[in-house]
Structure formats: structure tokens, C-alpha cells
């Protein structure tokens, strides 16, 4: 029980970074927040590799290796749209 | 090799937190987005060290499988599909969490050993969680793809159904909560979650996507918080419970910028499948509209010496971003002074309508939030507004009978002209009509916005 309360502790203590953070992203950037958080959320990654750590053909592992698969498109998919994205905001050249 | 390794995901969660912290500034998010990754990069390899191999081939498989679709897929898109690959995205974090969870769960029957309490109340709250993620991202994906159609779909006794499915998840987890061994609860409780996810997201509209896919961004993110509870994995509580409350800020406002609670968003099955206004006129007024062609529209452009541009998601069906933006650039050429004003709603998802501005190469620099320039409308000589309706209708501000009333708009009347670019005089997704239309110093160029504005950027050539 001790473990759950500190995790407990953990959460609540980055919720709260979290909503200080977001709420200084301006409203230009929020679709790049979204998907690029989005694939912050595939940090399940670790959880999947964890499962499917072991070298036979069983129910769990099987199960781990489609969670690597799904999480791996997640977090690739997003970071990179997210990039794609970014890329695009360009300041006028002109600088008035 | 404990300590290192905890160390280690901790340098990965400040990294998160540090790459959203430049998220905050168009001129460093992209190095922000680039902390994200290696803070990602190094999670990844932290967890395939310390299991003190690189792993097994089926884990390379997944990894490289994974890695080269989100590739294809994240290549590939149209700007406009953003929503929908967002949404799709979500649902694949989502369903992952609930395979850590069961896969830990089997793992641990297998093993004879029963959880502790807290353990298998996170391993459900991490089940239900991710698969009411994935399955409502679904159904939000097809309908943002037209696979479903956007009007709500209501079932009889829909309300009804959801309460029943929420108790029987909750009555599935105490089983198993109280008696662990009994695999076979979470299982029944990971199918009716399944059916909660499409009918939680099913009678909600079209237009009411926005708010939808941020509230699964929010709840993709407690599921991979849950999953750490499980693992005791910090990195994942931090990394996750930060997206959760991303998730939930969006949410708000989209909420607010539309003038409904979340209650009614998720409940109230409001709207039809789009709110671009292709709607009759209701009331069946016989008002006067002012008609005018692209180039009795070119020939206001030749008067005036500042513009403010407020597009809506009619810009983005008609694919006409890259043509507006030429029009801008005569226009700026000849010291007109051009502005967007962006309403927080405009798009199908938050900050959408900067993304597809941004593509057609609007600088940045030249889009504004609505409180930035509501005040500027006055000093202005035309406002132009293209395939936008209900954002811009003055009886939010004075119809206290109307469901706009209250929502916040851009001043566009203010503006010493009004101009509209736009299909018909239909009402927008509120259905209501808006006054504006019949206002003396509007002028409404009726006709696809593509097509309408490459006559006037003919007609600005010409003149």
C-alpha cells in the first residue's frame, strides 16, 4: 500500500506541472499539442516491452508484442506528425 | 543497476516535461517536440537494457512493425484528416494499455500468485480505461471519416444502456477485485467497456468532434498512467497523467468557445453530421440580401487598405487556403495591411484552422486569437469571412433566446464592411439565422469558396 500512495503522490504532483504547462501553450500550437502529447501517451511502450520480455510463444507475451506493435505506431506516428506540423509555422519573412 | 535505471527514466520524465514546457512558443515547439522523442528514445532503451538483453525477436517485430506504419501513416496524411488520425493514434495507446494490463494479469494467474488490493484495482482501472479509448476513438475515427455518418446516433433507452454498462463494469471489477483468481471478470469487463466506448461516443455529433477527441487525448493518457499504478513505473504515471491534463484543459475549451458544458456535449446528442450551414434559412424570412459576384468583390479589394480574414472549416472542405493566400499576397503587395482572426472552435479540431493556414505558408505571425483582435475590427475596413457562420453571428451577443447566445464571437460587424464567402444563406450548425446577412454594408459573393476566390484574385489582377 505504502508504493500506491507514493505513486498516488506522483501523479497528482504531474497533473499539476501538467496543467501549469498546457495551459502557457497559446492556441496557434494546439494541434501540434494534441498529437505530439498523444505520442507522449505511447510511453505504454515501456509497460509493452516489459510484458513481452519473454522468449516463448504464450498467451501474455503474444499479447505484449501486439501492445509493442500498436504503442510503437502511436509513438512514431505521432511524433513525426507533430514534426510535420511544426515544420510548417513559418514567421513572415518580410518582418514588418 | 536499479538505482541507474531509475535514474534514467527520471532524466526521460524531465525531458517530457521540459519538451512541453517549449511547446508553449511557435519559435522553440518543434525542439520541444524533439526533447519528447529522446525523452521517448531513452524509455524505450532504458526498458529493453535493463530486462539485461536486447530482447527477443518478436520484440524487434512489434517495434520495427510499429514503427514503420505510424511512419506510412504520419507521412501520408492530409492536413484536413488530422482530427482523424489523432483519433485513431489515441485509440492504439489506448488498446495497448489494456494488453500491458491483461497480459500482466495472465502472467500473475499463471504464475499462482494473487494481486495485492492495489494492484488489481489499477490492472482494472487500466483495462477499462484503454478500451473504452480505443473503441470510442473508433467510432470517433469513422465518423470524422465518413465511414459512420456524423449525425447523432441514439439508440432507445440510450441513457439507460450506458448506466447498465457502467454497472456491470463496476460489477465485474468488485468480482474480481474481492476474488482475484477469477480471470474471467476482466474479460467480461474489457467486452462491456468495448460497448461503452461506441455508445459513449455514438450520439454525440460531427461538429462536437473536437471536444471528443480531446477528452480521449485526456483519457489515453490515464490509461498509461494506470498502466504505471500497475508496473510501478513513474515514468509512466509523470508522462501519462501530463497528457491526461492536456486532455482535459482542451476539452474546456472547446467547451467554452462553444458555449456548452461538457455534460451537454457528451449527453445532448446535439446537431446534424456538419455544421457548415447547408441548411435552408428557417423562418421563412423574405429579407433582402445584397448579391455580388468575385469581381464586384475584387473591386471592394481595390478600395480598402486593411482586411481581416476569419476562415472556417467551409475554407478547408473547398480546399481554397492556397488561393486565399495569393489573394493576400496581391493584396499585401499593393499595402494592404491582412489579418486572420482565429476562432477557437474554427476546424474540426483544436488549433486545426493554424495548421491548415500554416500549410498554404500563412505565416504565423499574421493568424490572431480572438481576444488578440476583436478590438481591431472597428478601425477595419473589411472584414472577409470564408465558410464561417455561427462564429461571427452578432445574436450570440443580444438574442438571449437563441443557443449562441453568450458564446463568444469575432466582432466582424464592427468592421466598416462585411464581406461573406459562402455556399447559400443557410443557417449555421446552431440553426440559427444570422442577422448580419441582411445588414446594409454586407455584401454576400454566394458559390464555392475556391472557386469564388480565384475570381477575385483573377479580378484583382485585372484591376
Given at each position: 500500500m ?5 505513486s498516488?503522490?506522483v501523479?497528482?504532483?504531474a497533473?499539476f506541472?501538467?496543467?501549469e504547462?498546457i ?11 494534441m498529437?505530439?502529447s498523444?505520442a ?5 511502450i515501456?509497460g ?6 519473454i522468449?516463448n510463444?504464450?498467451?501474455?507475451t503474444l ?11 502511436n509513438?512514431?506516428?505521432?511524433f513525426?506528425v507533430?514534426d510535420r506540423?511544426?515544420?510548417m509555422?513559418k ?6 | ?14 525531458l517530457?516535461i521540459?519538451?512541453?514546457k517549449k511547446l ?11 526533447y519528447?522523442?529522446?525523452?521517448m ?6 526498458s529493453?537494457v535493463?530486462?539485461g538483453?536486447?530482447?527477443?525477436t518478436?520484440?524487434i ?9 505510424g511512419?506510412v501513416?504520419a ?7 488530422m482530427?482523424q488520425?489523432v483519433?485513431l ?6 488498446i ?9 494479469l495472465i ?7 494473487s494481486p495485492a488490493?492495489d494492484?488489481?484495482i ?7 480505461i484503454?478500451?473504452v479509448t480505443f473503441?470510442g476513438?473508433?467510432i470517433a ?5 465518413g465511414i ?10 440510450h441513457?439507460?444502456l450506458?448506466?447498465?454498462?457502467m454497472l456491470?463494469?463496476?460489477a465485474?471489477?468488485v468480482l474480481y ?8 471478470w ?9 460497448v461503452?466506448g461506441?455508445?459513449?461516443?455514438i450520439?454525440?455529433g460531427?461538429a462536437?468532434m473536437?471536444v ?6 485526456s483519457?489515453?493518457g490515464?490509461a ?11 515514468v ?7 497528457v491526461?491534463a ?7 475549451l472547446m467547451?467554452?468557445a462553444?458555449?456548452?458544458s461538457v455534460?451537454?456535449v ?7 453530421s ?6 435552408d ?6 429579407r ?6 468575385g469581381e464586384?468583390?475584387?473591386m471592394?479589394?481595390?478600395t ?16 481554397a487556403q492556397h488561393?486565399?493566400h495569393e489573394?493576400?499576397?496581391i493584396?499585401e503587395s499593393?499595402?494592404v495591411q491582412?489579418k ?9 479540431m483544436?488549433g486545426?484552422?493554424?495548421?491548415l ?8 505571425d499574421?493568424?490572431y486569437e480572438m ?8 478601425n477595419t475596413d473589411?472584414?472577409?469571412i ?6 461571427v453571428?452578432?445574436a ?10 453568450g458564446m463568444?464571437i ?11 464567402v459562402?455556399r447559400?444563406?443557410?443557417?449555421g450548425?446552431?440553426?440559427?439565422a444570422?442577422p448580419?446577412?441582411?445588414d446594409?454594408k454586407t455584401?454576400?459573393?454566394?458559390g464555392d ?11 484583382l489582377?485585372?484591376?
Open positions: 505504502e508504493s500506491l500512495i507514493l498516488i503522490y501523479f497528482v504532483l497533473v506541472i501538467g496543467f504547462l495551459t502557457k501553450v497559446p492556441p496557434l500550437l494546439h494541434t501540434p499539442l498529437s505530439g498523444n507522449i501517451s505511447g510511453i505504454t515501456v509493452a516491452l516489459y510484458v513481452a520480455n522468449s510463444w504464450e498467451l501474455p499479447l505484449g508484442i501486439f501492445s509493442v506493435t500498436f504503442a510503437m505506431i509513438v512514431v506516428g505521432g513525426l507533430t506540423m511544426l515544420g509555422f514567421k513572415d519573412k518580410g518582418g514588418k | 543497476m536499479e538505482t541507474y535505471i531509475e535514474l534514467a527514466y527520471l532524466f526521460s520524465a524531465v517530457f521540459l519538451g512541453l508553449g512558443s511557435a519559435k522553440t515547439a518543434r525542439t520541444g517536440n524533439n519528447s522523442i529522446v525523452a528514445a531513452l524509455a524505450i532503451v532504458i529493453l535493463s530486462a538483453i536486447i530482447g527477443p518478436q520484440i517485430v512489434g517495434l520495427l512493425a510499429g514503427s514503420l506504419i511512419f501513416m507521412k501520408r496524411v492530409e492536413m484536413t484528416s482530427p488520425l483519433a493514434f489515441n485509440g492504439f495507446g489506448g495497448a494499455s489494456t494488453l500491458v494490463a491483461y497480459a500482466e502472467k500473475m494467474q499463471n504464475a499462482g500468485t488490493l494492484i488489481s489499477t490492472i482494472m482501472l487500466s483495462i477499462l484503454g478500451t473503441t476513438s473508433l475515427f469513422a465518423k470524422l471519416q459512420l455518418k456524423g449525425a447523432p446516433i441514439v439508440l432507445p433507452a441513457q439507460a450506458n448506466l447498465l454498462l456491470g463494469i463496476v465485474g471489477s477485485i474481492f476474488n482475484p483468481p477469477l480471470v474471467v476482466p474479460l467480461v469487463v474489457l467486452l462491456i467497456s468495448a461503452f461506441i455508445t459513449f461516443v450520439p454525440i460531427g462536437d473536437p471528443v477527441i480531446a477528452l480521449l487525448n483519457y489515453s490515464l498509461a498512467s494506470a498502466t504505471g499504478f500497475v508496473l510501478g513505473n513513474n509512466l504515471i509523470i508522462a501519462g497523467a501530463l491526461g492536456s486532455g482535459i484543459i482542451l476539452t474546456n467547451c467554452v462553444m458555449n456548452r455534460l451537454n457528451l449527453f445532448g446528442a446535439v446537431g446534424t456538419d455544421g457548415d450551414g447547408s441548411s434559412a428557417p423562418g421563412g424570412e423574405q433582402n440580401v445584397t448579391r455580388y459576384t464586384d468583390a475584387a471592394i479589394m481595390d480598402i487598405n486593411s482586411v481581416i480574414i476569419v476562415p472556417g472549416y467551409g475554407l478547408a472542405v473547398a480546399q488561393i486565399l489573394m493576400t499576397t493584396l499593393r499595402g491582412v486572420y482572426a482565429i476562432h477557437p472552435v474554427a476546424g474540426r483544436p486545426h484552422m493554424n495548421v493556414l500554416a500549410e498554404a505558408n500563412v505565416p504565423y499574421k493568424l481576444d488578440e483582435i476583436n478590438d481591431e475590427f472597428q473589411l472584414a472577409l470564408v465558410g464561417a457562420n455561427d462564429v453571428n452578432p450570440a451577443r443580444t438574442k438571449k433566446d437563441s443557443p449562441l447566445y463568444p469575432l466582432n466582424v460587424d464592427y468592421a466598416r464592411t462585411v464581406m461573406f459562402k447559400s444563406l443557410g443557417a450548425f446552431a440553426g440559427e444570422n448580419l446577412f441582411f446594409e455584401m454576400m459573393v454566394f469558396a475556391k472557386k469564388v476566390i480565384t475570381d477575385l484574385v483573377k479580378g489582377k485585372e484591376g
